[in-house]
């Protein structure tokens, strides 16, 4: 069983949970790192964490229990994606993080883009977006202002097949 366990502020790496799962036929199973089941991740064969990039960070509380969980994650042939707008730069925020001692253990990984969702962002997150916007000119001058995305669709169906050999081989 292949579980993508996943943490989302605002539901964009839910989102990619849900897309990953639509090219595995529906086979996986979703959960929440708010609403985590051990007794499911015991049983999985495979497992799939999602994260999203904040303020240059990765989501703290998936590092963490990344770094805590090494025992149930990597007899469980482990793999990554990571949600953020600065796709192409996501491995420097995954090795700001991870040492090459725990990252060697990783089966797969992938940098898969971002969205934003502006009606849902607070006061505060509008602010340091338009700060980040400055350093990092990503989001067009001219976009909707209720939505923005730059989801690398092939690089997550590649990802998602990568998931399904790996399954299909630790079986
Ligand atoms: C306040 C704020 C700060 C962000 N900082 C970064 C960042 O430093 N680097 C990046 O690549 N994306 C950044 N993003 C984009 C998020 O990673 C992107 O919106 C992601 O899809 C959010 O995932 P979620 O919807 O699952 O919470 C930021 C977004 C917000 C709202």
């Known amino acids: 069983m292949i579980v993508i366990l996943y943490h989302s502020r605002h539901g964009s ?3 990619i949970a849900r897309v990953i799962n639509s090219y595995l036929e529906g086979k996986a199973y979703l ?3 708010e609403a985590i089941e051990y007794e499911k991740l015991d049983c999985a064969t495979t497992i799939v964490l999602g ?5 240059g960070k990765l989501d703290e509380e998936m590092v963490s229990f990344i770094k805590c969980n090494q025992p149930l994650l990597i007899p469980r042939h482990y793999s990554i994606y990571i949600v953020g707008l ?11 993080e991870f040492d ?14 971002g969205a934003l969702y502006f009606p849902k962002l607070s006061l505060a997150e509008r602010l340091s977006l338009s700060v980040f916007n400055k350093r990092y000119p990503i989001i067009p001058k001219a ?6 995305e730059n989801f690398n669709n092939e690089e997550i169906e590649i990802f998602a097949k990568k998931i399904a050999h790996l399954e299909a081989t630790s079986r």
């Not at 994260?51 to 303020?55: A, F, L, R, S, T």
């Not at 090459?100 to 883009?113: E, R």
Request: charged share 15%.
């Open 31 to 33: 959960m929440d790192l």
């Open 143 to 148: 976009h909707d202002n209720t939505i923005y």
């Open 51 to 55: 994260m999203p990039i904040y303020n």
């Open 100 to 113: 090459y001692q725990l990252l060697k253990d990783v089966k797969v990984i992938a940098g898969l883009g």
């Open 86 to 96: 600065q796709a192409s730069e996501f491995m420097s925020f995954v090795s700001a």
């Open 13 to 15: 790496t839910a989102k």
